[in-house]
């Protein structure tokens, strides 16, 4: 079966820093894995996937992620947090197969961004 | 429209009563999925349709639940003699085809009292 842990249930960072948001996989094989955001009232938005191609991927919003087999993670960055990236956010990884696509979430990591 | 749409936004239902949750995917797209998200949780996967066909329903709960999509757009989400337990946000998510991204719509909150 395939799952991630996402390591901090919330993390608190001041505007303008980094944000480092971590998640590590469990696959028994390459995955596809995403991030998806969660604005308080509003629907899940998808950041940014990883498909087997470029491990550095680069989504929306300045955001960007690194796949790293060797660590089976794929934690969220971006440089410079603005306060519109407050938020909840996921990392997902797809189970494919037998004629199923299920996504299944990680528990979420609150992003506080403190002016 | 231009989203998934679903209704009603939110939901307060008597325990033991029968509730039918809707959701109007993206015009033209052949997957539908349904997920639940219980406070302070991620979305956990219930059910997924191609077409008119329900292809993976592992992750209903139980037999209380139950959902379909009889002409492959719109569905409805089906939960009999409902508990307390079934108080979540309900999320149904579309894909143009079933291995594309899944937009989802903004949910149902279900509050079993």
């Known amino acids: 079966a395939q799952s991630v842990t996402q390591l901090d249930s919330h993390v608190s960072v001041s505007e303008g820093t980094p944000v480092l948001l971590r998640c590590n996989y469990s696959s028994s094989y390459s995955p596809s894995l995403f991030w998806y955001v969660q604005h308080p009232n509003k629907g899940l938005q998808l950041l940014l996937k990883?498909?087997?191609?470029?491990?550095l991927v680069k989504g929306i919003n300045g955001f960007e992620a690194e796949f790293k087999k060797s660590e089976t993670s794929f934690h969220l960055t971006k440089p410079s947090a603005h306060m519109s990236d407050a938020a909840e956010y996921f990392c997902?990884?797809?189970?494919?197969?037998?004629?199923?696509?299920?996504?299944?979430f990680g528990k979420g990591t609150k992003l506080s961004v403190i002016p | 429209g231009a989203g998934v749409s679903q209704t009603p936004s939110n939901k307060v239902t008597e325990k033991g009563k029968y509730v039918e949750l809707r959701c109007d995917p993206i015009?033209?797209?052949?997957?539908l999925y349904w997920y639940r998200q219980s406070l302070g949780q991620g979305p956990e996967f219930l059910i997924y349709?191609?077409?008119?066909?329900?292809?993976?329903d592992s992750g209903l709960p139980n037999d209380r639940f139950f959902a379909v999509r009889p002409e492959g757009s719109v569905s409805t989400l089906k939960i009999q003699r409902t508990e307390r337990g079934d108080s979540a946000v309900y999320l149904c998510?579309?894909?143009?085809?079933?291995?594309?991204?899944?937009?989802f719509g903004q949910g149902t909150r279900l509050t079993v009292v």
């Open positions: 349709f191609q077409g008119t066909g329900a292809a993976d």
């Open positions: 997902v990884v797809k189970t494919s197969g037998a004629g199923s696509y299920q996504l299944t």
């Open positions: 998510a579309s894909s143009l085809l079933p291995n594309t991204e899944a937009f």
């Open positions: 015009s033209g797209h052949t997957a």
């Open positions: 990883y498909t087997s191609a470029a491990t």
